[in-house]
Structures are given as structure tokens and as C-alpha cells.
Nanobody, 120 residues
Framework: HVQLVESGGGSVEAGGSLRLSCTPG?????MGWLRQTPGKEREGLTTYSRDGITKYAASPRGRFTIYLDSATNTLSLQMDNLKPEDTAMYYC??????????????????WGPGTQVTVS
């Protein structure tokens, strides 16, 4: 069994910043951040792979940054210049350790419960 738990969500005014984080508690080749609003599909925002490659969707590119603190095994998402359309439930996710790919469109195997981000 595995557990992923996000933290760092909250309410912020447009133009503000938030930092989300989660601790996977194990090794994964591919991890990422996604978001979802009620009635809509989950949107892949960014991925991080252990070979050092990061990928971003068009909307958050240039505003969001994904990184892994290897000392603490903490995956973070720095969110800057937030906009009202960024309001959503944000999820930390991971694929199986043997997954050969890490793309925005890939399916994930493990999910956290989500943390709410509200931008007014």
C-alpha cells in the first residue's frame, strides 16, 4: 500500500502565490500534479521524472514549477501569479516505479486525496 497526501492549499487573491507539497514515501519514476473542478475531467498540469525531465501543460507553463527535494523526498508545486481559473482541487499523483513513460496524458496509479486551491 502507498499513501500520498497533499498540503499547502488555501485561498489567495489573484496574482498571489501558493506552494503545494506531498511526500510519496517511496521511489517513483514519474510523479505529477493534476487538478479538477466539479463536473470536469482531471487536467494534468506538470510531471517530474527521476531522469530530470519536467513537462508542463500550456496554462501553467511559466507560472508553476515542479521540483523534488531529494533530501526529504518531498514533491512540491510552486504556484505563482495565480488566476481565478486556477481554482480547483489539486492532486499529487504517481505511477508505478517500473513505468517507462512520464507524460501529461499518462494515467496514474496512485493519488492523494487532494487539496483545495481557491483564487479570488
Amino acid at each position: 500500500h502507498v499513501q500520498l497526501v497533499e498540503s499547502g492549499g488555501g485561498s489567495v487573491e489573484a496574482g498571489g502565490s501558493l506552494r503545494l507539497s506531498c511526500t510519496p514515501g517511496g521511489y517513483y519514476y514519474c510523479m505529477g500534479w493534476l487538478r479538477q473542478t466539479p463536473g470536469k475531467e482531471r487536467e494534468g498540469l506538470t510531471t517530474y521524472s527521476r531522469d530530470g525531465i519536467t513537462k508542463y501543460a500550456a496554462s501553467p507553463r511559466g507560472r508553476f514549477t515542479i521540483y523534488l527535494d531529494s533530501a526529504t523526498n518531498t514533491l512540491s508545486l510552486q504556484m505563482d501569479n495565480l488566476k481565478p481559473e486556477d481554482t480547483a482541487m489539486y492532486y499529487c499523483a504517481a505511477k508505478t516505479p517500473w513505468s517507462p513513460t512520464c507524460n501529461l496524458e499518462d494515467d496514474y496509479d496512485y493519488w492523494g486525496p487532494g487539496t483545495q486551491v481557491t483564487v479570488s
